[in-house]
């Protein structure tokens, strides 16, 4: 069973940078996509950026459009989460998700993201 770890998290001051990146443990076959979630507390889930395998289309939800950029390395089973100009409602456990053609998804343990002054 392939296991994702997410890190790069932390506190962080308004308008500031983090890093996030998702490791897999091994190769997940059929892999269609990976995307980053957040869940903040009293809130639901909610997706924040996916990226497809084949030909690395990506999405954003709205409010981290021209801040946040999502990526991949294929060779290193790693994906990445660059946040810029971080704001408070950006504070959130961030998940890393990673889904096969055949509907089956990967989740890791998330990682904390506080942005405060």
């Known amino acids: 069973q392939v296991q994702l770890v997410e890190s790069g998290g932390g506190l962080v001051q308004p308008g500031g940078s983090l890093r996030l990146s998702c490791s897999a443990s091994?190769?997940?076959?059929?892999?269609?996509?990976m995307a980053w979630y957040r869940q903040a507390p009293g809130k639901q889930r909610e997706l924040v950026a996916h990226?497809?395998?084949?030909?690395?289309?990506?999405y954003y939800t709205e409010s981290v459009k021209g801040r946040f950029t999502i990526s991949r390395d294929n060779a290193k089973n790693t994906g990445y989460l660059q946040m810029n100009s971080l704001k408070p409602e950006d504070t959130a456990v961030y998940y890393c998700?990673?889904?096969?053609?055949?509907?089956?998804?990967?989740w890791g343990q998330g990682t904390q993201v506080t942005v405060s002054s």
């Open positions: 998700n990673k889904m096969r053609r055949d509907g089956v998804d990967y």
């Open positions: 091994g190769t997940i076959s059929g892999l269609y996509g």
């Open positions: 990226i497809f395998t084949d030909d690395g289309r990506t």
